[in-house]
């Protein structure tokens, strides 16, 4: 069983930054897919990037070139560096993990059915 919990939300400007963290509990195993979501009010939830047990990273359009996710094994932590926010990026941000087993080592994490899912935290930009 795998727990998460994100951290790090809040309220900036436009223009500003802010760095979101996951903290994982347990253990996804050697391969998995951990990914960055965010809901706004009255949408559905969309993918924000994602990173493999490989260290592959793949990141939504709207955020290639200002998001960035790293993730730090021996603190079992995984990161968002969020910069340049626009109030587009307003939302509930979630992490989410999902192990793979060896028939699905090569998943595509922005496609991947994710099973752990933590409860978010609020980013707000304001303009």
């Known amino acids: 069983q795998v727990q998460l919990a994100e951290s790090g939300g809040g309220s900036v400007q436009t223009g500003g930054s802010l760095r979101l963290s996951c903290a994982a509990s347990?253990?996804?195993?050697?391969?998995?897919?951990m990914g960055w979501f965010r809901q706004s009010p009255g949408s559905g939830r969309v993918g924000v990037g994602f990173?493999?047990?490989?260290?592959?990273?793949n990141y939504a359009d709207s955020v290639k070139g200002r998001f960035t996710i790293t993730r730090d094994n021996a603190k079992n932590t995984l990161y968002l560096q969020m910069n340049s926010l626009k109030p587009e990026d307003t939302a509930m941000y979630y992490c989410?993990?999902?192990?793979?087993?060896?028939?699905?080592?090569?998943?595509?994490?922005?496609?991947?059915?994710?099973?752990?899912w933590g409860q978010g935290t609020q980013v707000t930009v304001s303009s």
């Open positions: 989410a993990a999902v192990s793979l087993p060896l028939f699905r080592r090569n998943t595509n994490c922005a496609t991947a059915k994710y099973d752990y």
């Open positions: 347990g253990y996804p195993g050697s391969r998995y897919c």
């Open positions: 990173i493999h047990s490989s260290g592959g990273t």
